[in-house]
């Protein structure tokens, strides 16, 4: 019989049989496979980055105020998290085997920046990349970004926020090795040189790992001579992803393969609208399901209902037997539409104003005044959200994906009451993020779940949990003008209406100043016009909203790029050569455009019922520019190929950045497309890839995708890759539907459009 307890005024209900822990202290190494391939997925050595290995680096204590990021200022930010030798200690290690080790401090979810990072260490100390064996660090300040201030990926930031201290790091722990080799051959430190793996020099050639018990007792140097361009040999190559092989035979350890000693696995049942609670369920069906081990009901608003079992199958036929109803907020999406529309009819906060734009738009021959709408979009990774979690009275472990594991971390160390330090996170990779990863909700939940159960679990969200408990991409409304005179525009002026991803949860925290992310890419929009008006009205929204690959620039550049278009179409001028006017300051732009209009062959005579949509946009320290061919035959449109050029600076992978700018321009496109997530009573009214769709390999697009060369001053950081693609796509879509003789579009998705299928 189960026993019944009450807490909070709550039930759980829990078997008697179930073990109360699988033994005292951290786990022992965990056991990560997938049922059926019992042997192909083995994570050795948890607890430890690289076992039995010798660390380069002294562990000196840090200076107060870091170390700076390069000697002249060009290299970087910010200021290093720690003291050379810490950081070294911390990045690098000498294996058995004769390999460096490299701990990356990002999360892996498929942007790969294991390879990218290992690529820039490699190069800087001398050796080959199949010579660095990478894992992905936990939890620690000592690996926060300079660039961002959090150990967190984002924003397009992992490569050109680590760059500079990676390169600093090599170099520093190049200098030990080729220390030690002088002192042993009795020469000076400036004849030998580390390359190939081996320390050259008047004494010979040896292996570097030969060295590293020598090196280890040599402090490294805070200014380590760099590397030249011309001594650099794997950075700027084409190299496939480090672990592409096991990629393509399922070899990949994955967060959702990790496993425990005596774990328990948990479906979760959330309420579907904000601020629900659950009503009623049936414990006694859902123990009487063979496998299941308890059932444990939420311990405030919003927890979800939980049923653990030896299985995660087990656990979801658990939680159906168990039919939870729960109450909520019954908004729909006529309310919150209605709610942005408002927005838009308010005075705005303002935000940004040059010139006098009034006055330009009183003066004006015509105008192009808009009312652009985009609606709540879901995250979707392939990976649903899947953590494991070992809560004991003296610490808890974690092992997943986190897009910040130091946020991770702190979440449950708050939600448990522990010290930060009692918390350790094993990081896995991740099957895609775009932003969802970097909210915490899943480790909180799982750990909360083994407090109770005493035991290991292992949460996995179903994909219907999954996209009805997301952290969405807000909608956003706009009203967009443009005044024209003398064949272009004069002035630009935009009112943004929608909820702030900063305020969400926490009202006020902007006390009435616009929040940045919202107007992303507005306020210094690049082109060269003499009026600028922005402005944002706050419309908060019970529906939970968060980062969203690309941000606010997702939304921005669909309202800038589709008003510059539809201006264009106003004024009968070449959208391409409209652009080359006002881009004119802007050299990289211009490059990036000329590319793609010589790809897609821009300008020529095309047959009817096809079309050509054309737009540009920078973000993230890049430009992309985007070129995309509609074919249409009645109300149906397909998009045959997609063009798509990138100006980022320096490249560290050639073929990685176009795969991110291809990536990115599919991932724009599906949710241009199809992308939308609406309410009902409370609830998101999608389920699964059925009813929120996602671009399959029969439906994409070729993309075209190429990297244009642009010199920027020496020792710039690059710009970023992941993102980038995203902000543009949707207005040159909407362009080319147009240029095909379709309807201009405002409101996205296309497929809302009454009479148009897509």
Known sequence: MAQVYRHDNMMFTHKPSAARRHGPGPAATADVRRSGFVDRRTLLALGSAFAGTVIVGRAFPATAEGVAVGQDGALGRGQLPGSLPQLVSAFLSVLPDGRLGFTCPAAEIGQGVTTALAQIVADEFGVSLDRVAVSIAGAGEIFVNPGKGTQSVGQSYSVRGYLAELRLVAAAARGQFEAAAAHRWGVSPASCRLADGHVEGPGGRIPFHLLSEDAQRIPPSETPRLRSIAERHVVGRRVPQRDSADLVLGRTVYAIDAELPGMLVAAVAFPPAAGGRLERFDHTAALARPGVVAVLAPEAPGDPLAVLAEDWWTARQGLEAAAPRFTGDPVDAAILTARIRAGLAAAPIPVAERGNPDALFAAAADRVELTLEVPFLAHAPMEPMSVVADARADGCLLMGCFQSQTRARDAVARQLGLAPARVEVRSLRGGGGFGRRWYTDHAVIAARLSQRAGRPVKLVYSREADLAHDWYRPAFACKARAALAGGSIAALDFHLAGPSISEFGRPGRLGGRHDPVAVSGLPDLPYDVPGLRVGWSSTP??????????????HNGFFLETLINESAARLGADPLALRRRLLAPHPEALAVLDAVARAARWGRRRPAGTGLGLAVAESYGSWVAQVV???????????????????????INPA??????AGASLFGLEAALWGEVLFEGGAAACSNFHDYRVLTVREAPRVEAQIVRWPRAPGALPGGAGEPGVVPIAAALVAAIAAAGGPWIRRLPVAAMEGLEA
């Open 541 to 554: 929204t019970p529906v939970p909203v968060g980062v969203w690959r690309s941000v606010g620039h997702s």
């Open 629 to 651: 061919e509609v074919r249409r035959e009645g109300g149906r449109i397909a998009v045959p190929k997609v063009w798509a050029a990138i100006a980022c600076g320096e490249t």
């Open 656 to 661: 990685m950045v176009e795969a991110q700018l």
